[in-house]
């Protein structure tokens, strides 16, 4: 049962302009959303996170936008760069849980072309 | 510099074999994770601990064992009986309280003799 989805496998842009990944999730009980960052035989890097009393949050190049109504999250790169390519995962927790546990998604591997 | 340490970076088990993997954080973070992540898969998570001398299951935690006898150190044992330990483990801890980030260390590639 995956309850963190992230249905594009792979991700191809061009060097400035706008990388979109986006992620879909089923448990609505789900309330902190998070995306990292991660280059082969690394651990991932945080980038940017979202609460659910919020529907975007912004932190320089990147953006997470938040649609409870739809279970769907996605991450905005503007502009890309080459820097970027990786692989990018989404990840999600129930606060009220009190476990800190994530689920995490499958993964999108983003290339951006210079 | 903070971070969190995980070694070796490559380890390789024999059949049979129990192994041992480290990992040290100099974050102070209360909270510590385990996760292992296969080829095309995201992370699942195999064990947690909130605070010292206490640990609970993740989702996939038969086979291996954990301990948490100090705040710094939290090694996983990859034990004989699970049966398809090839994979990337990594470790992170964060802070306790609600919407905590959590920061990962570099990881470890078990591979089997």
């Known amino acids: 049962d995956q309850q963190v989805k992230q249905n594009s496998p792979s991700l191809s842009v061009q060097e400035g302009r706008i990388s979109i990944l986006n992620c879909d999730y089923t448990?609505?009980?789900?309330?902190?959303f998070l995306w990292y960052k991660k280059y082969p035989a690394e651990g991932p890097t945080f980038l940017i996170s979202i609460s659910s009393i919020k529907d975007k949050n912004e932190d320089g190049r990147f953006t997470v936008f938040l649609n409870k109504s739809a279970k769907h999250l996605s991450l905005h790169i503007v502009p890309s760069q080459p820097g970027d390519s990786a692989v990018y995962f989404c990840?999600?927790?129930?606060?009220?849980?009190?476990?800190?546990?994530?689920?995490f998604g499958q993964g999108t591997t983003l290339q951006v072309k210079p | 510099d903070g971070g969190i340490t995980q070694s070796p970076k490559y380890l390789f088990r024999k059949e049979g074999q129990n192994v041992t993997l480290s990992c040290e954080q100099n974050l102070n973070h209360d909270a510590m994770y385990w996760y292992r992540q296969d080829p095309g898969q995201g992370l699942r998570l195999i064990y947690y601990s909130q605070i010292v001398n206490d640990f609970q299951k993740g989702d996939i935690a038969e086979g291996y064992s954990v301990s948490r006898e100090k705040k710094e150190s939290f090694p996983l044992t990859v034990t004989s009986a699970q049966k398809n330990p090839t994979a990337f483990y990594l470790c992170?801890?964060?802070?306790?309280?609600?919407?905590?980030?959590?920061?990962f260390g570099d990881g470890t590639r078990l591979s089997i003799l």
């Open positions: 990840a999600a927790s129930h606060g009220s849980s009190n476990t800190g546990k994530l689920i």
């Open positions: 992170a801890s964060s802070p306790w309280g609600l919407n905590q980030p959590q920061h």
């Open positions: 448990n609505s009980m789900f309330d902190y």
